[in-house]
């Protein structure tokens, strides 16, 4: 068939592969969690299609809001949410909702009331969306705890007890990357299809990369531990210093993290005391694809995953990335607090 394109008649969807995992449980599978990931699939090629005509329909620039933040929304990050909240309660598998854009969780009271939580950032990176820089959604799920008819207590769990975990990027396509607790695997949007396709089966983060990634802009407010890391892999004893690489938008600088290794870092710094990122719908969900590939994601003193949440829009410090170059990291924090074996 020389010149001929060669069509794969056998393509594995993500739905067709979550449902893999669901037969292979055989009875002990209710199949709701395939229903949960086919919503969470639907919000991702819905906010797709808007992200790739934002500048078109007008929905690039403010909404004229802010969010719990205190930060502008963006048309863009309020549909999102919209978008996220109305399928999740629709799917009926959700008992709590947690987003970025809303101060308080939802709470599904009536017939709509399912088994799942989902802890999510409709649309990170929003300081990307105006100049089409790569932008995306991320998500947690937690199961309700036995006895509990959905609360908030809920989602204040620690990361180590989501059920399943992802993101959705939306670039020149629409890749969602996504660990049931047994592996990471990437899909990519077949706009014709309208399906994700399994393109990055088993996604495996190389032990040591060449990439670091941080705000350097943030330098002058840096602690010790990372400023002296940052410059052991800048002017090395030996061998050739590592690449900087920030892109702003977590999804995308943790996706080329996941796909070539190196570190993603938002540290704790004196400005701000706890970082940036938010634990639940940010730092958990990307802390469970790290360790599902492979890879290292902490504090600098502790696993993110193993931190337990006390409200729901709270910050922690992270890196994370390839398990040689955190460790690396975490050498400079024992030494700064005198913990170095
Ligand atoms: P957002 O949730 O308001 O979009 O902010 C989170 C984003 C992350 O995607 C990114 O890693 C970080 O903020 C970038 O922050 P900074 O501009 O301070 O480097
Ligand atoms: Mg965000």
Do not use: W
């Amino acid at each position: 068939m020389s010149g001929e394109e060669q069509v794969n008649t056998d393509l594995i969807t993500l739905t067709r592969h979550v449902l893999n995992d669901q037969f292979n449980l055989g009875a002990a599978a209710s199949g709701d969690l395939t229903l949960l990931l086919t919503a969470i699939q639907l919000t991702s090629k819905f906010i797709a299609t808007n992200v790739r005509k934002a500048r078109l329909i007008n929905l690039v620039g403010l909404a004229g809001d802010t969010n719990v933040q205190g930060e502008e929304q963006k048309k863009l990050d309020v549909l999102s949410n919209d978008i996220m909240v109305n399928a999740l309660r629709a799917s009926g598998k959700t008992a709590v909702l947690v987003s970025e854009e809303l101060e308080d969780a939802v709470i599904i009271e009536d017939q709509y009331k399912g088994k799942y939580c989902v802890v999510f950032d409709p649309l990170d990176g929003s300081s990307n969306i105006d100049a089409g820089v790569n932008i995306g959604t991320i998500f947690g799920v937690y199961q309700v705890q036995e006895g509990s008819k959905g609360t908030v207590a809920d989602v204040l769990r620690p990361g180590n007890q989501m059920v399943a975990a992802g993101y959705t990027m939306y670039g020149s396509s629409a890749n969602l990357v996504l660990s049931t607790g047994h592996g990471v695997n990437g899909y990519t949007l077949d706009a014709a299809l309208g399906e994700f396709i399994l393109t990055h089966p088993n996604i495996r983060i190389p032990p040591r990369g060449k990439i670091y990634s941080f705000n350097e802009g943030n330098s002058m407010y840096f602690n010790a531990p990372v400023v002296r890391y940052l410059e052991s892999i800048k002017y090395p004893a030996s061998g050739k210093p590592y690449s900087a690489r920030y892109i702003g938008s977590m999804v995308a600088d943790v996706h080329r993290t996941l796909l070539y290794g190196g570190i993603f870092g938002y540290p704790e710094d004196k400005k701000s005391k706890k970082g940036k990122l938010r634990l639940l719908y940010e730092a958990f969900p990307m802390a469970f694809l790290t360790e599902q590939a492979g890879g290292v994601a902490t504090t600098g003193t502790g696993r993110i995953l193993d931190i337990v949440p006390t409200s729901i829009h709270e910050r922690c410090p992270v890196f994370l990335g390839s398990k040689d170059d955190v460790q690396d990291l975490q050498k400079f924090y024992q030494e700064a607090n005198g913990t170095a074996s």
